[in-house]
């Protein structure tokens, strides 16, 4: 076993993985090529104002390198032998990204990763591809191609492939697009609960941003969606009214489009409070879940109007684990 952690920081969090490799050659455990170590998950807002701006805020940087010499801690204490960090949508559009990248270097001791969305789309589709279990509940396999949705805090990876092919070396498509939570929420949803002429134009962004999706990837032929990232987790998580967050239920269920979308709504006309009072709801998305929950919605539609897709898979496994396995 070679261990190795992987960190992916986002526009709304920075996560890290720590995990065991099986050696070429060695058996997996279970069949699944990551043994986790330790998971942990911060929500430092990186990208707070990036939209508007084009610019890191100081206090954004603190809170992210603050929680880097943390992890920085736990990766040496844990005994890492490759780590890789990878950031993705605001650091891509700060004009003052150079600031972030050296204090992680003095921080963690490695090169941070800038990554563009096309990189970002394929660490997604296999992290996601390689953890989705290959049948469903009713013991159904799900159909290839996947369409694997990343939906973070400033952009969204829409990648169709073949688990089998990608493996192979195949390259899936993929378009990367500006639309996210932190984003949508800053741009467009200003009031406690959005005014409809908020959520419209909202959705008109989104679907702006789905029509170059489409363009470049074809939707129509998609077996299955799968959905990853924190807003995807949690609009399952309220279908399912679980009753704390819970990664064991959340990863691999599969869910009638009907009721992901009929969640969605509920968690776009909520209010802050009632958002906050949720059990599975984590503080840090309180006030962006509103955005994540109309883009997901507007992503869910767009698949199943095209596709032969009439349910939802939701995976825990995302572009963090395809980070920890690059490092193979």
């Known amino acids: 076993m ?16 720590v995990a065991d490799l099986p050696a070429p050659g060695e058996a997996t455990v279970a069949g699944q090529p990551l043994v986790d170590v330790h998971r942990e ?7 707070e104002g990036v939209d508007a701006t084009g610019r890191l805020s100081d206090a954004a940087l ?19 032998e490759r780590t890789r960090f990878v950031a993705t949508s605001a650091s891509r559009d700060a ?48 159909a290839s191609p996947y369409c694997v949705v990343d939906l973070g805090g400033g952009s969204t990876e829409v990648v169709l492939g073949d688990p089998g092919a990608t493996a192979a070396g195949a390259a899936p498509a993929a378009l990367s697009v500006d639309v996210g939570c932190v984003r949508m929420t ?16 909202a959705r008109a962004d989104v679907d702006a941003a789905l029509d170059r999706v489409a363009a470049a990837v074809p939707l129509e032929a998609a077996g299955a969606l799968v959905g990853v990232a924190g807003t995807v987790t949690t609009v399952t998580a309220h279908a399912l009214r679980l009753p704390r967050y819970d990664p064991e239920r959340l990863h691999g269920a599969v869910l009638p489009v009907p009721d992901v979308l009929a969640a969605c709504e509920e968690l776009l006309a909520m209010s802050r409070e009632q958002r906050a009072a949720l059990p599975y709801m984590h503080p840090g998305r309180v006030d962006v879940i509103g955005a994540g929950a109309l883009v997901w919605a507007r992503v869910v539609e767009r698949v199943a109007d095209v596709a032969d897709v009439r349910s939802v898979v939701t995976s ?13």
């Open 41 to 47: 998950m911060r929500v430092v807002r990186l990208g």
């Open 95 to 142: 004009s003052n990204a150079q600031v972030f990248v050296d204090g992680v270097r003095e921080a963690l001791g490695v090169e941070p990763e800038v990554v563009a969305g096309a990189e970002e789309a394929a660490l997604s589709f296999r992290g996601a591809a390689t953890g989705v279990p290959p049948r469903g509940p009713d013991g159904v396999s799900l």
């Open 62 to 80: 603190e809170r992210t390198l603050a929680a880097t010499r943390d992890y920085a801690a736990l990766v040496r204490g844990l005994g890492a």
């Open 2 to 17: 070679t261990r190795v952690a992987a960190i992916d920081c986002g526009t709304n969090s920075i996560r890290l993985l």
């Open 186 to 201: 800053e741009r467009h949803l200003h009031d406690d609960p959005p005014t409809a002429e908020q959520v419209a134009a």
């Open 316 to 328: 825990e496994h995302d572009i963090l684990d395809g980070i920890a396995l690059s490092l193979a």
